[in-house]
Each structure stands twice: as structure tokens, then as C-alpha cells.
RNA sequence: GGAAAGUUGGCAGAGUGGUAAUGCAGCGGACUCGAAAUCCGCCGAGCGGGGGUUGACCUCGUGCACGGGUUCAAAUCCCGUACUUUCCUCCA
């Protein structure tokens, strides 16, 4: 949630940011002119309000020396209306107000390349080269369907399309990848490691930004206010929601795995096969909750986090700044991590890095007391340590063999007991 | 799922209709070589306005879990909701 101060002072600059994201110029234009009428009534309630503080104070002094204030009381009762029509204009007028802020998505940094959709995304950097094949990589799926270690069909069966189940060394291949990257956050990174509640309530959904907007993507859980989580991001960074921190407790990193549900709505026909798009698959997910001066610094050292655990694996990869009007709502910079998937003979989304300065920090009350003892609002940060379930599909493409079997990355094979590769048996 | 109690400032804890005691903590000062103890003074979040500065400040409203209601006036009365604790029941 923007602050509305400053879109107030800054009017003119914060429409022409938010027009980058695709917000209207009309909404902002009624954003403003209710938010002006709101305030001029406010003053007039306040001064009312006021008028009747003083007023009912001499009434309690009449009343103690047993005098009459009926007088007093009887132009009470007309103040007192009058307040009361105000006060439910005002109230009028701020949901209004609350209605659009709510769904205004957060400014966009200045170093954010202005654009309309992933085609004006840039890219920043690659890492390593795409292996040749000296025959015809297979896709993930064919490849694990053959192994016996992904079962779709089944998954489709018991809950239906986009569900899977992993077998055998199919399900050890994705504990052994999230225990590894957990591991490197941990005792490499720094992070704190969580195990937070996978449903979260209405008010955790609005803190991180996907409530109200975006309520047709997730998962409700019917007659409750739960939500299974879309991303650990909620949980973890709703952690100190309403607080307020102290500055030693700045920087805090949290990493956790987790399920992440979403609905997909909108995206029939798209990835349709493998483990690129599923209602429900397993993230290590990293947060952040900074102060407001160093929250760009961390930006990039949870790149370089989140590139580690590609580096580690030796996955190749590109780093890519989103563009104005390819970036999620509460994102005030994004940094994507896209691993190579050699069937598709393409890059595809594996992290997703994000600063989020104070957007999420003025839904959800994420404040710190600065030096000053002046409260301040925290910044957060949220960052994919990688998808568990694309990192499967991108070793499997990226390590296969000619006959079908899949070498185990180095770094992994401590993970895997020992085992060096999964062979059709 | 059943029953009861509770939710007040950083913490503890009063307050059953007249506008939030008190203690601890914190800040400033005195005493002291310094500290502790003691004494004196100050301070109660947060949120939203207005004026002013540009982020020293002044001022008002709001604020006693949240949302409504009654009243000239609500922490106090009424209704609803959430959460916490305890007991019972059930259960990994």
C-alpha cells in the first residue's frame, strides 16, 4: 500500500510511475480529489468534535454541582448529530479511497526499465552455457515417466490435472534438492530456517499484497478465513506483523520450504505437462525485513543467494530485471532467475527476487524504531531459494543421458546417499 | 465440539457512565572521582488531520482486542466477532 502522503505531495510523479504498471490515470485522478474531500470534511468533524469535548466538560462540572444543563445538553444533542452525518460521509469516502489503495500496485524503483510486458524485460547477466547434446534431449516428463520417479497420470486421478505424485528416487531427488539449498541458506547464507503454518488468514494475505486483488489465484479454504499459502513469503514476512521492531533486530532473513498453492486460474493451456506449472509444488522461499536504508544491498546479495544454489547445482542460468509492467504488485524492483530447460530450448523462471520496499510494510504495520527512536517503516524482501520442482525438471533435462538415465549433480550425491545416478531399473 | 474466564501504554496492574491511577522500565538532572542506591523532574504507544519546518516543532482529533449500538458524554452499559488461557471431550 502506497502511502498517502506521499502520493498526496508527489501527485504528479507517482501517476506517471504508476502508469508504467498499468494502472488508469482516472482512478488516480478520483484517488485524489476523494482523498481532498475526505480531509476537508475531516477538518470540520475535528473542529465539532472538539467544540463537544469542551462542552461535555462543563456538563460533568454542572452536574457535580447539581445544576441544571439541560441547555447545554440539548445543544449537545444537535452537535452530536451533526458529527454523526459527517463522520458516516467520511466514512463513505474512505472506503472509497481504501477500496483504490488497496489495489494499487506499489512504485516502481527508478532503476526499473520502463516497459509493457516480458518482452521489455532485461537481462542482466548469464552464467555457464547450455550443454550440447550429442543426441535429442528429451523433456522432463518423458524422462521421469521412463525412470518410474513422476507419476502425472495418477496425480491426475487422485486430485486431478496439474497434481503429481513423485516415486522412489523421484520424491528422494526433490528431499535431497531442498534439503541441500535449506542447508546452504542456513549455514552459508545466514538465514533463520522456519517452518511456518501453510494456511494464513485474511489479514496475512493483505499484508503481503494478495488480498483484495488477487483472490481468484489461491487455494480458500471454505467456511474459514484460511488461505493455503500461495508462497511461505506470507507467513514468513506476516511474522511481525503489527510490531514494531528495534533496529538490532534489522536485518532479519528467513528461509523456509514450503508448499506453495495456486489456483492458476487463467493459465489453461498453458505448461500443461511436467512440473513447470502445478497447483501445488515445494519452494525454499527467502525473506528479508531490512531498514529502509540498505534494503538494495540485500536485493543483490539474495540474487547472488539464490544464484549460488544454480552455481552449486551448475545449472545454467540468466539473471533478467523485470520491466515496469512485467513486475508482481508489491514489487518495487525484480530481479527473475531463469534456469535453462534444454527441451524447450529456452529459459525458464526458476527464482523470483524481489524489494518490496514499504509496500507490504504499510499493509501489514512492519515498523522499526530507527536511532531517532522514530518509528519507521521496515522494508521487505522475498526471494525464491530456488522451486524445488523446476530445479527437478531443469536437473533432469540438463543431466540426462543417452540411455535414458540421469546423472546426480555433484554437490547433491551426499544428499542422495551416496547415489551418483537414477537408471531405469 | 462443550463450559468458564480474560483481552488497558515496553512490562506489571487499577479503574462498573463525566473523559485512562500506580509501580517497574525509559529519558533528563542532583548527589558521587565514577557507579549503585537515593532524591527531584519528565515521559505512555500507535493512527489520522491542521499549521510550520523540511523531516527540531506546535496543535487538534482518535485511541482501553475488533465492529456496531445506547447516551450530551462509554475503558465502563448493550449486541456481534476475533484471539488467548483453563477445564471437559476428541485426537496425530
Not at 449537545?76 to 467520511?90: A, P, R, Y
Not at 540438463?398 to 537414477?422: A, F, H, W
Request: hydrophobic share 35%.
Amino acid at each position: 500500500m502506497l502511502d498517502m502522503k506521499v502520493v498526496r505531495q508527489n501527485f504528479t510523479d507517482v501517476k506517471a510511475k504508476l502508469l508504467t504498471r498499468g494502472v488508469k490515470a482516472e482512478v488516480l485522478d478520483t484517488f485524489l480529489s476523494l482523498d481532498e474531500n475526505r480531509r476537508q470534511k475531516l477538518v470540520k468533524v475535528e473542529e465539532l468534535k472538539k467544540y463537544r469535548n469542551t462542552v461535555s466538560a462543563e456538563i460533568a462540572q454542572l452536574k457535580r454541582a447539581k445544576t441544571d444543563a439541560a441547555a447545554k445538553i440539548n445543544e449537545m444533542k444537535e452537535v452530536g448529530s451533526q458529527i454523526k452525518v459527517l463522520d458516516e460521509q467520511i466514512q463513505e469516502i474512505d472506503q472509497q479511497v481504501k477500496d483504490i489503495s488497496y489495489t494499487l500496485p506499489n512504485l516502481p524503483n527508478d532503476a526499473v526499465p520502463v516497459g509493457k510486458d516480458e518482452a521489455d524485460n532485461v537481462e542482466v547477466r548469464r552464467w555457464s552455457k547450455a550443454p550440447t547434446f550429442t543426441f535429442e534431449p528429451k523433456p522432463h516428463w518423458e524422462i521421469a515417466e521412463e525412470l518410474d520417479i513422476l507419476d502425472f497420470e495418477r496425480g491426475a486421478k487422485v486430485s486431478g490435472s496439474r497434481f503429481v505424485y513423485y516415486k522412489g528416487l523421484g520424491a528422494r531427488l526433490e528431499r535431497a534438492i531442498y534439503n541441500f539449498m535449506l542447508d546452504t541458506h542456513v549455514y552459508e547464507h545466514g538465514y533463520t530456517e522456519m517452518i511456518p503454518p501453510y494456511a494464513v488468514n485474511e489479514a496475512s494475505m493483505f499484508g503481503t499484497g494478495q488480498f483484495p486483488k488477487f483472490k481468484e489465484d489461491v487455494f480458500q479454504l471454505e467456511n474459514s478465513n484460511l488461505t493455503l499459502i500461495p508462497t511461505a513469503e506470507v507467513p514468513l514476512t506476516n511474522y511481525y506483523r503489527d510490531e514494531i521492531l528495534t533496529q538490532e533486530q534489522l536485518p532479519t532473513y528467513f528461509t523456509a520450504l514450503s508448499p506453495s498453492f495456486r489456483s492458476e486460474a487463467g493459465s489453461a493451456g498453458r505448461d500443461t505437462r511436467g512440473l513447470i506449472r502445478l497447483h501445488q509444488f515445494n519452494k525454499v522461499e527467502m525473506v528479508k525485513i531490512t531498514d529502509n536504508q540498505t534494503s538494495y544491498d540485500e536485493l543483490e546479495k539474495m540474487v547472488q543467494n539464490a544464484e549460488d544454489i544454480l552455481q552449486k547445482l551448475k545449472l545454467p542460468y540468466r539473471v533478467i530485471t523485470l520491466c515496469t509492467g512485467d513486475m508482481g504488485f508489491s514489487a518495487a524492483k525484480t530481479y527473475d532467475l531463469e534456469v535453462w530447460i534444454p527441451a524447450q530450448d529456452m529459459y525458464r523462471e526458476i527464482s523470483s527476487c524481489s524489494n518490496c520496499e514499504d509496500f507490504q510494510s504499510h499493509r501489514a504495520m512492519i515498523r522499526y524504531r530507527d536511532e531517532n527512536e522514530k518509528v519507521q517503516y521496515a522494508h521487505t524482501l522475498n526471494g525464491s531459494g530456488l522451486a524445488v520442482g523446476r530445479t527437478v525438471a531443469a536437473i533432469l533435462e540438463n543431466y540426462q543421458n543417452e540411455d535414458g538415465s540421469v546423472t546426480i549433480p555433484e554437490v547433491l550425491v551426499p544428499y542422495m546417499g551416496g547415489q551418483r545416478k537414477i537408471v531405469k531399473i
